[in-house]
């Protein structure tokens, strides 16, 4: 029947972006959604959201104790952030590809760091996007980023 044959659907690979403060307060995010969407994924959610603590405290828990884990933090929360849930094959690593590599000066040509980032000379390295980097991360962060999306 037709509910049982939806219910066993494999779920799309998706991944959780997002478009860090200094990328909404830059004017990038239409820019960032563009180049996504111009890969082939698909935008499954997109929200402008203001990071709490606890949000980001559940959200970077492997940097918790490391020297940039607080200015992290407080840069996370110095401006709204977009939240982006995209969907696709490979979208995990593939959206990490179009991120480019953490630190914007190293980042290649082409890339999201790489064309539009540069090092400010801050605490934390303001590079423009997060992107989950497994499978295990993009499931957790979805659900904490859109506790409802189906
Ligand atoms: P990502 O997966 O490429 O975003 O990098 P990580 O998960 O390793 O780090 C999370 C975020 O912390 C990065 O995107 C940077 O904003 C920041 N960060 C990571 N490593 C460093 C570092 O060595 N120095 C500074 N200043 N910031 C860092
Ligand atoms: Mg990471």
């Known amino acids: 029947t037709l509910p049982t044959e939806a219910s066993t659907q494999p779920v799309a690979e998706r991944t959780l972006v997002l478009v860090k403060p200094d990328g909404v307060r830059r004017g ?3 820019e960032i959604l563009r180049r996504i969407e111009t890969k082939g994924y698909t ?3 997109v929200e402008l959201k203001n990071a709490t603590t606890e949000l980001l405290a559940a ?3 492997e940097h918790e104790g490391k020297p940039f884990y607080g200015p992290l933090v407080e840069f996370m929360m110095s401006g709204p952030v977009l939240a982006v849930v995209a969907e696709g094959e490979g979208v995990i690593p593939g959206f990490r590809s179009l991120a480019g590599a953490t630190n914007p000066t190293d980042a290649a040509p082409g890339t999201i760091r790489g064309d539009l980032g540069r090092d400010w000379g ?3 390295q303001q590079n423009l996007v997060h992107g989950s980097d497994s499978m295990d991360s993009a499931a957790r962060e979805i659900a904490l980023w859109f ?3 189906r």
């Open 147 to 149: 506790p409802n999306l």
């Open 43 to 45: 935008l499954r959610a």
């Open 122 to 124: 801050t605490k934390v």
């Open 28 to 30: 990038l995010s239409g």
């Open 59 to 61: 959200h970077y828990a």
